[in-house]
């Protein structure tokens, strides 16, 4: 009987010094999934389910966290985990759920698919780990079949640009372009602002699509508003729910509806700088020309012939607020492809009516 209370005794001595650094411990941490399959050419959001088990040792509260999770190819993801559970009294056991939205950028899934079957460990611990941290892990295998990953996503017009001119009354349309592999479901909204002087964007249509596959897919926009004259901006921003996206909007691109007329080719000239005639076209070709007073924007087209147009002739246009532009990788690789080549600068005032035009130069 003595030695009983002598065990007795001691129990509680050690309860109660745990208990001064700690009210609970982790003892069990499992993850759902298990095991995540991994698109190695595009950034993967996964969800993932943290079941925690605790030990209490006293009648207060206890907070239980993750500062990050890292992979076993040496990547750090993921945010905090944390929630502070009540107290089921001295001696229970607690059990509860964090979940998580974990975000697999496109290198780390690179490196992931170069390695092999990878892992991706968080540690969890009370606010004072009396007993260390209990680590949960999750198998990632690369595989072209898992959650859906976006490689490339673009916003633009018809004719690739990023800056359109339409006269009022005429049909409008943005395109979103973008490149994925794996299944899941793509969701954002379209939002416009304008005519000028109106900054606020309002909402004119939600996309929700389930993808599925390596494939490309074009998504266009509502019609956008050309009942009056102005200069627009239009935006698509992805919902949080998007795999391998941030709610961020992407960049905003613009629009200006102008008045028949003011359609026409300006009377103003633009004097081209570079490249010289017949210099041809590469990645680090920079195209410049002479300022033009009152010009807010200035736009870069490119076409087939040496006839004039301002927004009809074209094969594609880049937009710059700079008297200088390159062209994008997308650009360069649709301009290629022709035996001849002109191109020509559009310049516009801040309310997007064109005030001046250069003549064309060919580059090939």
Do not use: C
């Not at 985990?81 to 089921?88: A, D, E, K, T």
């Not at 611990?125 to 892990?137: F, K, Q, Y």
């Not at 599925?212 to 935006?235: C, H, I, K, M």
């Not at 064109?354 to 130069?361: D, E, G, H, L, T």
Request: charged residues 15%; aromatic residues 8%; hydrophobic residues 40%.
């Amino acid at each position: 009987m003595a030695v009983t209370r002598i065990i007795l005794t001691t129990f509680v001595l050690l309860l109660s010094l745990q208990s001064a650094h700690a009210q609970a411990v982790v003892v069990s941490v499992s993850p759902a999934p298990a095991t995540v399959r991994v698109n190695p050419g595009g950034a993967t959001a996964i969800t993932l389910r943290w079941t925690i088990r605790l030990n209490f040792f006293g009648p207060a509260a206890e907070t239980v966290s993750s500062a990050s999770g890292v992979t076993s190819t040496g990547a750090t993801l993921g945010g905090n985990l944390s929630q502070r559970v009540p107290s089921p009294g001295a001696g229970r056991a607690e059990t509860i759920t964090l979940t998580e939205r974990l975000f697999i950028d496109r290198n780390t899934a690179e490196a992931i698919g170069a390695a092999g079957p990878s892992t991706y460990t968080r540690s969890f611990g009370s606010t004072v780990a009396t007993n260390g941290p209990i680590l949960g892990t999750i198998s990632l295998q690369p595989s072209s079949g898992g959650s859906l990953s976006i490689r490339n996503l673009e916003l633009i017009f018809d004719d690739d640009s990023r800056f359109a001119v339409v006269e009022s009354g005429d049909a409008l349309n943005a395109r979103l372009e973008i490149s994925s592999l794996g299944r899941g479901s793509f969701a954002g909204r379209w939002e416009v602002s304008g005519p000028t002087g109106s900054a606020a964007l309002s909402t004119i249509g939600r996309l929700s699509r389930r993808l599925s596959g390596a494939v490309r897919t074009v998504f266009e926009s509502p019609n956008l508003r050309t009942d009056r004259p102005g200069l627009y901006q239009v935006r698509f921003v992805p919902e949080a729910v998007t795999p391998g996206l941030s709610p961020t909007p992407l960049e905003v691109i613009s629009y200006s509806v102008v008045e028949p007329d003011a359609a026409k080719p300006a009377v103003k000239n633009v004097n081209l700088l570079s490249p010289p005639p017949g210099f041809g076209v590469t990645g680090a070709t920079r195209f410049a020309w002479q300022p033009v007073p009152g010009a807010a924007r200035y736009r870069v087209v490119f076409s087939r012939t040496d006839a004039i147009g301002l927004d009809r002739d074209f094969l594609a246009a880049i937009e710059s607020r700079q008297t200088s532009a390159l062209l994008r990788q997308f650009t360069l690789r649709r301009l290629n492809t022709e035996t001849r080549l002109f191109w020509y600068v559009v310049a516009f005032d801040g309310a997007g009516t064109p005030i001046a035009v250069s003549s064309k130069r060919q580059l090939k």
